[in-house]
């Protein structure tokens, strides 16, 4: 029975929330990941770094935010990492292989039967999960509270931000425990409350153009790296409310085929989160304007501030929201849906 406040959704409400969630996961957390490590943290940090793999398994948001995980792990830590759709859980293990499962609710049925077959492989599991008295979090071996606090809308937005941070948190943690010193700064990890904050003052703009493309027919999220897991993330959030055609592709893929789909119904959004251009994303912007497509970029940019992609999905959860609203839909309930997905 949570309230809506002044909000007249649910999953607006959420959006909003998301400054004060960023903020308390780094006050609870950064002096104890990045500044004093304590023991049984180092002991986790070591178990990554002394491992073979990790495997991470999740569904839907919360996989594109194993995704961010891994690709930080791999790159950053120089960890192998594997992710994969829960329910497409098959891996080839080590015995010194490590597990990480993602859940908002902690009761998705796949990611549960996930955590049966890294059981019987016999390998730690750390689970980052939003509720802490759920089945995944009392399987796992080891829990990270993603404390986005209740999340009632059935698009998740505030949990997945949480996931993202927490994950960029544990990573900060392994690499220090690696390397000795840290990779993301308390002071740029403080930054990101106030880049979320900044984000939530251009809900009017996005709102016009929600109302503009209306009857737009099909759109299209396109990035590069870490910003194809947002455009899979974007995309996954407009369909699941608005019932439109929408799909999110690592940006030079889309030349491979997808490309044919773009005409003058279609609108094409390219993220970019990371610190430099992206001149290759912006010519594919330019060719697909060239074939009729509308264009929307949402570049994030900001000098010195390399975690942008924490919070890079705000813009297109408000597009979301708004063209669901636009189209009379419920856009906390959406049709053929639930929040937790219990059964395989
Ligand atoms: O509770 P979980 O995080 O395990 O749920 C996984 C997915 O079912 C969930 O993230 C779903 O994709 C969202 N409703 C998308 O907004």
């Not at 900001?302 to 856009?331: Q, R």
């Amino acid at each position: 029975m949570a309230k809506k406040k002044k909000f007249s959704t649910h999953m607006e409400k959420e959006i909003h929330e998301i400054p004060d969630v960023v903020l308390r996961i780094i006050q609870n957390y950064a002096p104890v990941f990045c500044e004093r490590i304590l023991p049984d943290v180092n002991e986790l940090a070591k178990l990554f770094y002394e491992c073979d793999t990790v495997h991470i398994a999740a569904c839907g948001t919360a996989y594109h935010a194993g995704l961010v995980i891994g690709k930080l792990m791999e790159e950053h830590c120089k960890i192998r990492t594997k992710v994969y759709i829960a329910s497409e859980f098959n891996p080839l293990v080590k015995s010194n292989d490590i597990a990480i499962v993602v859940s908002q609710s902690g009761e998705t049925a796949d990611t549960v039967s996930a955590m049966k077959r890294m059981k019987e492989y016999n390998i730690p599991i750390v689970a980052l999960c939003n509720v802490e008295n759920s089945t995944i979090a009392k399987t796992a071996d080891w829990v990270i509270p993603t404390r986005a606090g209740q999340e009632v809308s059935v698009a998740s937005t505030k949990a997945f931000i949480a996931q993202v941070l927490c994950g960029v948190i544990l990573v900060n943690n392994i690499f220090y425990s690696k390397y000795g010193r840290l990779l993301y700064t308390k002071s740029e990890l403080l930054n990101i409350p106030l880049q979320a904050t900044k984000l939530l003052s251009r809900k009017r703009e996005i709102k016009q153009l929600a109302k503009l493309h209306r009857k737009t027919q099909r759109i299209f999220f396109l990035g590069s790296g870490m910003d194809a897991f947002l455009a899979y993330e974007s995309a996954l959030k407009v369909k699941e409310i608005t019932y439109n055609h929408c799909e999110g592709y690592a940006a030079l893929e889309f030349r491979h085929g997808t490309m044919a789909l773009v005409d003058d119904k279609t609108l094409c959004v390219g993220i970019n989160t990371s610190q430099e251009k992206n001149d290759k994303l912006n010519n594919l912007m330019n060719d697909v304007k060239s074939r009729g497509s509308k264009i929307w970029n949402i570049d994030l940019f900001e000098s010195g501030n390399n975690l942008s992609f924490v919070v890079g999905a705000i813009p297109s959860f408000f597009f979301a929201l708004y063209l669901s609203k636009e189209k009379g839909n419920n856009t906390d309930k959406p049709r053929n849906l639930t929040k937790a997905v219990t059964i395989e």
